[in-house]
């Protein structure tokens, strides 16, 4: 019952449930209080609504963002408080005391004070809101960014400024009860005067040395920096902040690529939720800004998804423009007809370009090139099970999507067969349960399942744990656990030594990454991935959640996996691994196969994954894996050769196409000079003082 009531009320926790809960109870019980009176009953009645309101601000919870919509906002809330509060006076009979008109009169004031301060916390925000954000781009030697104000100044500021009613109302509260009017007045006084202070602590940062240079200064210091730079390739993105995924996917290709990257970014969003990255990014939110930058030196240009906003950019004529995409899949989005506007379409294989094809949405073969999947190269390939170990199975299905389509995850119907039969195979096999964090969101069923999942994975674990067939290395374990310990806090030293930001001004004069830093970072990442799969015996089945370690890392400890229809089955088809599918949905093997290129290769599952030995044979007896030639086939096909590597095959692609863009501008500027050339040698043999024709002109034939 409490969990239907947080996800109807749309809160994170039985806590924040109970503050909302006592948040909107309070204030009835506020006016019950003024209307008795009872100045102790008013008091608790308002603590209860200051510390909820508080409370759920500090939590960021949906409901205090709901109540601003529905004319029930911050500054009521404070406003309705402050009312109760006189009606509370006039019903002591204290209308005629001046404690009474006092109350009244720093109300008005304290709402008086809210004007300027508002609009200046809106102007210092404006004002350092920067034209066009960036990383790794020195601007700092260029203009002068000044520091940003205090976060105490800035931070939750309308709430910060409300609650400094609180010395008033205590004050007056206690004037009430004790009949002296002396302690409400120096409680007011307090408030107005900390409200005006605040104000006056705002005014600085609005003029002088304190306000970042304008926009021209800006961009004028972003072309001279891009002048000095000189970008060759850029990797362009307009998206949603829950879209960030797609570009930080290809964050590791651009570092590598053979000539000078670029990121550019449309919405602040994005750069907020970018992954870290030497790569120069240059987040420009305005069309007019993005148009005017000067990219001249740009002749390749990458998209990774098709939006509106690709077009301020595909409109210039001295870039090549390439669609890159996000993934590699038989979904529409791959075969978007508003691929036709770019110069070329790259795929991973084969089947991107029959897919195209078969489409037949206006996209030339003639465009297409296959240059693999640089994202993909992490993935080891398969060498068999190394000898003296158990094979590991992962189990990685994918959520229920929002359309309850059955077919969507494996979870609901076949999910507990598949672990059953995994756990209980014989000869043995460790399992690794690492479900879609998506999972149970929107189906209860999909839920329950998953917690029903879990725990036989965890029971099955305990077992084993007790069983004397299977024997740790308790000093290797311990071992790997006190590195990981040692990892883990110079990850937690290096994450907290880049400093606040700031706001988004800082954070572009001092957005430089530490290039050693990074680097330290990302050794330790592998080492602490290297020490977790070392940390526990390698037969313990394990349930896996969290961002750490990644699906990547999962794929190279497993010799099989179990899955959905989902872009994991076509990134672990790259180790080259047997894997089976679960045809959900019960369309048959054949339907499902034609349907899905992807499970060409794959173990069909049926529900009750009776299935499941004809993978677990190929995993124990390679030798008679029948899918084998399949799984490379299919390899190739859906993600191209492996050599030359999809890296290397990617900065070939991107060479080749600088080359045509550069022979197009060439052969743009010849004609541009032979056309001048023409029009000078016109007028030089012109016959003096004859007028040449003008455009408009109609060979002597009149007009009126």
């Known amino acids: 019952m409490i969990s239907t009531a947080i996800r109807v009320a749309r809160v994170g926790s039985a ?42 601000h500090r939590k960021g919870s949906y409901l205090i963002n709901r109540l601003s919509k529905v004319r029930a906002g911050l500054s009521i809330r404070f406003l309705i408080r402050q009312l109760l509060l006189v009606l509370l006076l006039a019903r002591l009979s204290l209308a005629d005391n001046l404690i009474y008109y006092g109350a009244i009169a720093c109300f008005i004031a304290f709402y008086g004070l809210q004007a300027p301060h508002g609009a200046l916390v809106q102007l210092i925000r404006n004002r350092r809101r920067m034209p066009v954000a960036t990383r790794n781009v020195d601007l700092a030697s260029r203009i002068r960014i000044p520091d940003a104000p205090p976060r105490k100044l800035l931070h939750r500021s309308a709430e910060k400024m409300l609650h400094l009613d609180l010395f008033a109302v205590a004050g007056i509260l206690l004037a009430s009860q004790v009949k002296s009017a002396l302690v409400g007045f120096i409680g007011i006084g307090i408030t107005v005067a900390l409200a005006t202070l ?21 961009l004028a210091a972003v072309d001279d920096w891009l002048a000095e730079y000189k970008p060759e390739t850029v990797l362009y993105f307009s998206g949603s902040k829950d879209s960030a995924y797609q570009v930080n996917m290809w964050l590791d290709t651009m570092e590598k690529l053979e000539s000078k990257p670029l990121i550019i970014l449309r919405e602040r969003a994005i750069l907020n939720n970018l992954a870290p990255t030497t790569v120069p990014v240059i987040c420009v939110p305005g069309g007019v800004h993005l148009m005017n930058l000067d990219l001249s030196t740009v002749r390749v240009a990458l998209y990774a998804a098709n939006v509106g906003k690709n077009i301020h950019l595909l409109r210039v004529p001295t870039i090549k423009h390439v669609f890159i995409g996000h993934g590699d899949s038989d979904k529409l989005a791959s075969v978007n007809p508003y691929s036709k506007v770019y110069d070329e379409v790259w795929t991973a294989g084969r089947a991107g370009r029959d897919r195209y094809a078969i489409a037949d949405v206006g996209v030339r ?20 099970v190394p000898e003296g170990r158990i094979p590991t199975v992962l189990y990685a299905p994918t959520w229920e999507g929002w359309d309850g389509n059955p077919g969507n995850t494996s979870v609901v119907l076949a999910g507990e067969n598949i672990v059953k039969q995994l756990v209980q195979a014989d000869p043995p096999v460790r399992v690794l349960y690492k479900p879609h964090p998506f999972t149970g969101n929107v189906s209860k069923e999909a839920g329950a399942a998953h917690r029903r999942i879990t725990a036989l994975v965890q029971q099955a674990a305990a077992e084993r744990a007790i ?24 990850l937690a030293q290096l994450s907290g030594s880049g400093g606040d930001r700031g706001d988004e001004a800082v954070a572009t004069r001092d957005g430089l990454v530490d290039v050693a830093r990074h680097e330290e970072v990302a050794r330790l990442r592998a080492e602490w991935n290297d020490a977790y799969w070392r940390s526990f015996p390698s037969w313990e089945h394990r349930v896996i959640t969290g961002a750490e370690p990644r699906l990547y890392d999962c794929f190279n400890v497993s010799d099989a996996m179990v899955s959905d229809i989902s872009s994991v089955v076509s990134d672990f088809i790259a ?45 124990r007896a390679p030798d008679a894996d029948r899918l084998a030639e399949d799984r490379k086939e299919l390899k190739q096909y859906l993600l191209g050769p492996d050599e030359p590597t999809s ?29 001048l050339a023409e029009s000078e040698a016109e007028l030089a043999n012109a016959v003096p003082g004859q007028r040449m024709p003008a455009a408009g002109d109609t060979d002597g034939v009149g007009t009126g």
């Open 198 to 218: 605040y104000v006056l602590a705002l005014v600085p940062y609005v003029r002088g040395r304190k306000i970042p240079p304008n926009a021209e200064k800006v």
């Open 365 to 384: 073969d003639d465009d297409i090139v296959e240059v693999g999947r640089p994202q993909l190269a992490p993935i080891q390939t398969w060498q068999g």
């Open 15 to 56: 806590a924040e449930l109970a503050a909302a809960i006592l948040m909107v109870a309070g204030f009835p019980a506020l006016m019950l209080a003024a209307l008795v009176p009872s100045v102790p009953a008013f008091a608790a009645a308002a603590a209860v609504t200051y510390l909820a309101d508080h409370y759920l």
């Open 467 to 490: 069983n004397t067939r299977f024997i740790a290395d308790t000093a290797a374990q311990a071992q790997a656990k006190a590195e990981l310990e040692r990892i883990e806090a110079r």
């Open 575 to 619: 180790s080259g691994k047997p894997y089976a599918v679960t045809d959900s949905a019960e369309v048959g093997v054949e339907e499902f196969k034609r349907n899905n290129t992807a499970v060409r290769a794959a173990v069909i599952l049926s529900n009750s994954a009776s299935e499941l030995g004809e993978l677990l044979g190929a995993v």
């Open 647 to 675: 890296l290397e095959q990617f900065n070939t692609a991107v060479a080749n196409l600088a080359v045509k863009a550069e022979t197009r501008n060439v052969g743009q500027q010849s004609r541009d000079v032979a056309a």
